[in-house]
């Protein structure tokens, strides 16, 4: 049998920022999800959870495992997580093949949900 596709996935940075804030905060698992908000009409969000919920997708990638809000599943289809370091800040950046658009400070992005798998 073939092994399923992520749903999402982790560059290197990114993976090791997560464990880093799990082992930290001692959370069990770093929830990412999507809500309405912003100018350009969805925010990407991320919290600390104990444990998943039922209903949310568990990806392993990189060594570390995150959970995916159910609800969000289809806007994040395809995404890379990763983690950027700047002169003046650090990150988590979502490259995600279904985002349209984004608002000029970059806070709000406009995702078309994957219609066919």
Not at 45 to 58: G, I, L, N, Q, S
Not at 85 to 114: M, R, W, Y
């Amino acid at each position: 049998m073939r092994e399923r596709p992520k749903a999402v996935t982790l560059t290197d940075a990114a993976a090791e920022r997560v464990k880093a804030l799990l082992a930290q905060r001692d959370a069990g698992f770093l929830r990412v999800g999507v809500k309405n908000g912003g100018c350009a009409g969805m925010e990407y969000t991320m919290d600390y959870v104990v444990e998943p919920d039922a209903a949310d997708e568990r990806v392993a990638d990189k060594g570390v495992e995150i959970v995916l809000e159910a609800k969000a599943l289809l806007f994040l289809l395809g995404s890379e997580i990763d983690y950027e370091i700047e002169a003046l800040h650090a990150k988590f950046v979502f490259n995600n093949p279904n985002q349209t658009d984004a608002c000029g400070c970059g806070e709000s992005v406009t995702i078309v949900p994957v219609t066919e798998l």
